[in-house]
């Protein structure tokens, strides 16, 4: 199983971007997608999780500004970023579980200017 994820970059703060992670290889069925951050010094946090049958959580610092969806069909989860902001600087990194396991994407970063 391989995750790619794609998307990030560079925002201002106010602005927006996307992400996207695409899960490969062999899989049954996808239960939970999703998406942790971490920035420098900080412990990983979750950013937002999303299960098979649509329902999604959100980290309180992200919650109101970012929306997690997925194509199961494409076996793909995507994080819609809003209203960025510069404590939203972070690696973030894609999960999936398939198989009874975690499967973790390489992690893309993204940077929010002030």
């Known amino acids: 199983v391989q995750l790619q994820a794609s998307g990030g970059g560079l925002a201002q703060a106010g602005g927006s971007l996307g992400l996207s992670c695409a899960v490969s290889?062999?899989?049954?069925?996808?239960?939970?997608m999703g998406w942790y951050r971490q920035a420098p010094g900080k412990q990983r946090e979750l950013v937002a999780r999303i299960s098979s049958g649509g329902r999604s959580n959100y980290g309180d610092s992200v919650k109101g500004r970012f929306t997690i969806s997925r194509d199961n069909a494409k076996n793909t989860v995507y994080l819609q970023m809003n209203s960025l902001k510069p404590d939203d600087t972070a690696v973030y990194h894609c999960?999936?579980?398939?198989?009874?396991?975690?499967?973790w994407g390489q992690g893309t970063l993204v940077t929010v200017s002030s």
């Open positions: 999960y999936a579980n398939t198989l009874g396991n975690d499967y």
């Open positions: 290889g062999s899989i049954f069925r996808i239960n939970d």
